[in-house]
RNA sequence: GCCUGGGUGGGGUAGCUGGUUAUCCUAUGGGACUGUGGAUCCUACGACUCGGGUUCGAAUCCCGACCCGGGCCCCA
């Protein structure tokens, strides 16, 4: 093996392409249907992009490097300061509020691990231009729609920056930004000494620790109770509010901080087992970035799912098929791409050999080729689950059936065989697919 | 960035208390069985991750790099 593959990327096979391919379609039903629109950045910007309010955290991560024209790129790390960047750019005078969904790669400089990646890729969903609770409610529920639809379940966490924020509006920007960083960490020693670093009196200090220790039934009561009437604070109870009338489950998480520092209000993160340390599967919230980009102060909320992780746990059935292939001799090969052709304008999978190979042999690797495909169904489905209901046919065309101008029809689980025209082979081909397609839809029922 | 386990043909493995041509299964290409499949047989292809060191001799012992897995940190 002279070449590999640079360390944390990764290659996707056909059968593992199908899957991912499978779960990125159920996220973007729910996306569209909940009336947001495709959009797609460039895979690289320029690096300010990211160092301008992303977080410390961020930074040692960025692939970076230097262009022809001596410009300083990043490939991007995360998808929401491009989609504002584009909004700023190109968006501003639109109709609000704006409803954008992607799916792409993002590349981190990182120790790989389960479910952590160089270059990974993130599903994920912006609303530019509205501060409203009815926003922040949707985009979670949305989130936690599109893990259901994924067949993931998770742990819901809200919090909200403001609150914690209104508390330490004597405190620096810049010390806050660390002090979010200790809570986020769960780091209370370093943030009981940071704190004694900057003198804060005892009674702001204890506010602050029952602040993020909030959790729960009563956390908002008592969250009130320390901060006041404030208007984060209200915007938060009717965020709850919604959340309930969406019949969501969650847990209120006022330690909530997030890794980027741009979040203002509502974050909120969705936790998962089997993951490892890697735990969170999705992360979001509201945010102000428009303005640092040069646009107008403009409200907006998001969040991103780490696809890759969800992969991991999540729980999909394998598809089956109806697959046909078709079976000739050296001396009907002109007329085997015909019926070939057929078949496929009429939308079925249609195998020929292009091996050259033998009558004999061509059957073989009809059956060789649907081994390794269970082979592969097994390690990423965990099991043989509808493999039974999927049907390969065999299409073999010899002098014999042309002379009658036919074809031999033959199915390969019973061995069965039938000599049929080619119109009689595509509607029984289309019978078959819809007997297929209506036992999937009644298991799905089933399972719902 | 830190801690930890591991790398033998494409996949799965034996060998790993140093000693001939590195074992077996499977997959793949070709062939036999000459228009009916998952079998069998023949044949071809094909590996000790890389670089140093110890040694008469290294897949085997030591060090480093690279890659994979797991745990921190951080995040998706």
């Given amino acids: 093996m002279e070449l590999q593959r640079p360390r944390g990327t990764r290659d996707f096979l056909p059968d593992e392409m199908a899957k991912r391919r499978y779960v990125e379609n159920k996220l973007r039903e729910a996306a569209t249907r909940w009336g947001y629109g495709e959009i797609k950045t460039p895979t690289f910007e320029h690096i300010e992009l990211f160092t301008l309010k992303s977080g410390e955290g961020i930074l040692g991560e960025i692939y970076n490097f230097k262009d022809k024209g001596d410009r300083e790129i990043a490939l991007r790390p995360e998808l929401t300061a491009p989609v504002v960047r584009m909004y700023v750019e190109e968006l501003q005078r639109s109709p609000k509020p704006l409803k954008f969904f992607y799916f792409d790669n993002c590349f981190r400089y990182e120790r790989p691990q389960k479910g952590r990646f160089r270059e ?16 922040d409610a949707e985009v979670i529920a949305l989130a936690v729609e599109m893990l259901e639809r994924a067949g993931v379940r998770g742990d819901l966490h809200v919090g909200h920056l403001g609150i914690v924020r209104a508390l330490m509006k004597e405190i620096q920007p810049e010390h806050q930004s660390k002090i979010m960083r200790l809570v986020d960490k769960k780091d209370d020693k370093g943030l009981e000494e940071f704190l004694d670093e900057l003198q804060i009196p005892d009674e702001l200090r204890g506010k602050l620790f029952r602040l993020i220790g909030l959790r729960g039934e009563n956390a908002v009561h008592e969250a009130r109770e320390l901060v006041g009437d404030i208007e984060a604070m209200s915007q938060f109870e009717a965020l709850l509010d919604l959340l309930d009338v969406y019949g969501l489950e969650y847990q209120v998480d006022l330690g909530i901080a ?24 999705c992360g979001g919230g509201a945010y102000r970035l428009a303005q640092l980009f040069g646009g107008e102060d403009t409200p907006s909320t998001g969040y991103a799912i780490g696809f890759d992780r969800i992969m991991e746990v ?27 052709k057929e078949l496929r304008d009429a939308g079925f999978i249609t195998y020929l050999d292009l091996m050259g190979r033998k009558f004999r042999d061509q059957l073989t690797h009809i059956n060789t080729i649907d081994n390794a495909r269970y082979e592969q169904v097994i390690k990423l489905y965990g ?32 061995g069965q065989q039938t000599l049929m025209m080619d119109l009689e082979i595509i509607s029984r081909l289309k019978e078959e697919t819809k007997k297929l397609n209506d036992t999937m839809e009644g298991k799905r029922i089933l399972s719902a």
């Avoid at 997030?258 to 599967?281: H, K």
């Avoid at 999909?316 to 019926?339: G, H, L, M, N, S």
């Fill in 258 to 281: 997030r890794g980027l520092d741009y979040y203002t209000g509502m974050v909120f993160e969705i936790y998962c087992e089997g993951l490892g340390a890697q735990n969170q599967v």
């Fill in 383 to 414: 099991g043989m689950e509808n493999t039974e209901l999927e049907q390969t046919y065999a299409i073999i065309v010899g002098t014999d059936e042309l002379k009658a101008g036919k074809y031999t029809f033959k199915e390969m689980g019973s």
């Fill in 120 to 135: 990974f890729f993130q599903f994920g969903v912006e609303i530019i231009g509205s501060a409203r609770p009815e926003s």
């Fill in 314 to 340: 999540c729980k999909v059935e394998y598809q089956p098929q109806i697959r046909v292939a078709v079976i000739c001799f050296d001396d009907t090969r002109k007329e085997a791409i015909k019926i070939t």
